[in-house]
């Protein structure tokens, strides 16, 4: 077992991966750009689920990421962060609804939690909903949740930092380079000009991951989908309202043109698929796109009437270019490991336990195979 691990980025993945390397007794450097926790996990919509994930393998990891969530909440103050609410989904016309009903029983098929049910048990389940009144049914998706991610990373980074891990945040924690003897990763430069010694380095950066592997000198691309250009695709519109009434809405809600869940402080954070933003969108765009985005959470839930918007942020999500997670020894250098994902809060805490698995023991789980960064070497 190498002895000293440097995780590069405290978001969601990077923080798991510090804990479970600690509790693993490794010693620990967990380093940050920024406050932990700053990046896409801030702004996540964290929806915990496999919902609509293919193949089956990346399925099955997603549905081991609820699973593990679930664990941890047990042993992590679980109450201030973790919501298992149970998700309510449905179709605005009849061609939406059919697709839906075909992937419930795609996914009760694989025993996933999954069923259709009619309008009056969704306005049961959730008493805020403004349904139409000719809605044919719904899908309840019970074992799907969320999770508060602030709360979360503190607490990660808490009990990471009190198992003997080293934070650094802001440049003392930047990581600038990387220092190499005899083909092996030896340390990581940072900003303030430190090195951090280190016989493994993680890189749980996000969107800045192919950064990394690129100044570690890696031999494959880290392909992501684009983020920094016009019209790219990874940034999304996150808006956050409230207050919300004690009327308003208490799961997660997937309705035509709108998903939303509640958040801290009496919130509600919403997400449009439709809102077309990206990280060179004027305020005055994205100030338009946040109002449409509340009036239609408006339309579909009660408790919003007297909500404002609190904020808004276009943020950029890390996705591997074939949708899969990339987790593995990055080609070229040796000891140096890469952990970026979309889908990132759902996986977090199993692919975390998966990668302290194979970084303690040398021998890789199975079900880490698809995701080698090698696949992007042809
Ligand atoms: C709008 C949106 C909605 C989403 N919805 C969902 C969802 O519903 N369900 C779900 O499971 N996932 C969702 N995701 C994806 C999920 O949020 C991400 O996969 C996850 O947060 C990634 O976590 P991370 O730790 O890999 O990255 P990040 O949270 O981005 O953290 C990376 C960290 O690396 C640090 N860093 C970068 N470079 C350096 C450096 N050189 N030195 C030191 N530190 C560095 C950064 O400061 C940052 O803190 C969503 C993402 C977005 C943006």
Redesign the pocket.
Known sequence: MARRYAV????????CLALRLAEAGAEVTL????Q??????????????SNDKGPRAYHELNRA?LRAWATLAGQLDGAAWYRPAGNIEWAATVAGHRELAARVDRLASWDYPARMISAAEAAGLEPALRLPPDLPGAAWFPAEG?LL?GPLVSQLVEAAASRGVTVLAGPP????GFAFGGGAVQAVR?AAGQQIPADVVVC??????P??ARLAGGTAPVPLVPWQAPGAEA????VRAGPAGPDGPARMLHAPGINLRPHTGGQVHL?ALDAAVDLHTPDAGLRRWAAELLGRARRVTRGLDQAAVTGHQV????MPADGQSIAGWLPGPRGVYL??????????AHLSGLITTELVTGTAPDELRPYRPSRFLT
């Open positions: 590069i980025g405290a978001g969601v993945i990077g923080a380093l940050d750009q920024d932990p926790g700053q990046a896409a996990t801030r702004w996540s919509f964290a929806w915990l689920n990421g969320y991610t924690g930047e990581v600038t940072t749980c950066a996000g969107r800045w991951t950064e990394l940034p999304g519109l996150v997400e943020c950029v999500r890390p952990a970026v994902t979309h889908s990132g809060v759902t996986l977090a």
